[in-house]
């Protein structure tokens, strides 16, 4: 019999071997996260079923067929500086890499977006001096800076 409650779609993440390992690194991260099933046979674990702040996925252990790119990354909105360098710093611990424009690849190799959530607001100012200050203040940045982003866009 189905959930009525489950969600229609749910991200699925494809690892080699080491999903387990992920899904406990994440859900040690963000608020409001668990791990609500785990399946497999012969001793091994096949999938985990987790949710991150609420939002549910499912991580496989899927072997070396495909691997994750940052065609598809997770994004995170964050509401102040000491939010996102938890975040951020959490998320490329033991062995992450940052990239640009707020974006990393953890460990595991799954792409994240760690984004304040007043970007939006900068980026679509009515204003085009301004979205186009904020713009190329964050084109130049790798872990996005609250302050940096909102002087840039004051002209400051």
Known sequence: MSNVHAPKITPFLWFEAEAE???AHYTSIFENSRIVDTMGGGGKVMSVTFELSGQPL????????YQLTPA?????????QPELDRIWEALLSGGGKPTRCGWLVDRFGLSWQVMPSVLGKLL????????SRAVQA???????DIAELERAAAGG
Do not use: T, Y
Request: charge should be negative; glycine fraction near 8%; proline fraction near 9%.
């Open 124 to 131: 679509s100012d009515p204003n085009p001096e301004r979205s």
């Open 58 to 65: 499912i991580a496989l252990n899927g072997g070396p067929h």
């Open 138 to 144: 964050m084109m130049g940045m790798v872990k996005l």
């Open 21 to 23: 390992a992920a899904v």
């Open 72 to 80: 598809f990354s997770l994004f995170v909105s964050v509401d102040s």
